[in-house]
């Protein structure tokens, strides 16, 4: 009887330690328990654990990311150092000492008035780069003919025909037939569809949002009347020559296998 009245005693008086316990732990605040009973900061070390073995499973499988592929623009210094300095607005001119030369300045390329830093791929835009024509300059129409040296300018007049077949060409004006003029403006729309989307696409590969360590800087500042002022081009012979032959074909878009950045 006797023992068992002491068992009750130290019992209750461990409920009455471990409460007071409690208590004072969820007074002073830093360890409040949650329903299972581990406390905010039990809590936060799980997570943090699994964020970490997250972060090191993604890089021992993709050898490479810790984000599983995903680079947002705040985990890169170079895209936070141009944000802090502000967007940069070059002329055509200025923007032509940026194309390697010096090596103290950033490497940059324009495509269609906006400007990216391609630094990170000095090998290939660098001087002796396989690329190298398209550095300090915008070069647009070049993107999309392929004439990279001749169509060395951002003035896209016209550069949707190298995605129309010969034969709406061969169409004229006179004489021709309602379907043939339907054909002729189905084949139009889709061309500068495919000009749209073929800039669209080389946009996304330099804004840094594939794999390539590529970012959007700022603008080029061109004068309003720039294009007017430009003397209209025809299509470059190689892009003539590659233009689809007739109904059905599509023009391609040949650099569209070099924007993954597989390589
Ligand atoms: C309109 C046509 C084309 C355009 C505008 C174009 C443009 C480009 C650009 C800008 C790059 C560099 C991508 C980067 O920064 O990583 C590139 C890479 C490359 N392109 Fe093209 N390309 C075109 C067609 C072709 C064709 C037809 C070939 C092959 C015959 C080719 C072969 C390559 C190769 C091998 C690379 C990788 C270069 C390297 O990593 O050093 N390209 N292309």
Redesign the pocket.
Known sequence: MADQAARRRTTSNNATDVKTNETSKTASGSTRKTKDGLSVVDVLRILGGVFLLNCLLSYFITNDSVLWGWRPWFVRPSVVMRYIQGPVSLTDTQLLSYDGSDANKPIYLALNGTIYD?SA?R???GPG???HV?AGKDAAR?????C?AEDATPDLRGVEWTYIPLDVAALGTVGVTREQKTYREQEVRKAKKKVRDTLDG?AT?FSGAGK?D?FEVGKVRRGRDWLEKTPKRGLCAQAEKQRPKGKGAEGT???A???G?G?
Not at 142 to 146: C, K, L, R
């Open positions: 391609v791929g090998r290939i835009y780069g396989s690329y398209f070049g993107f999309v003919t392929g990279f080389w590969m390539k590529y878009d040949a650099g296998a070099y924007r950045g390589r």
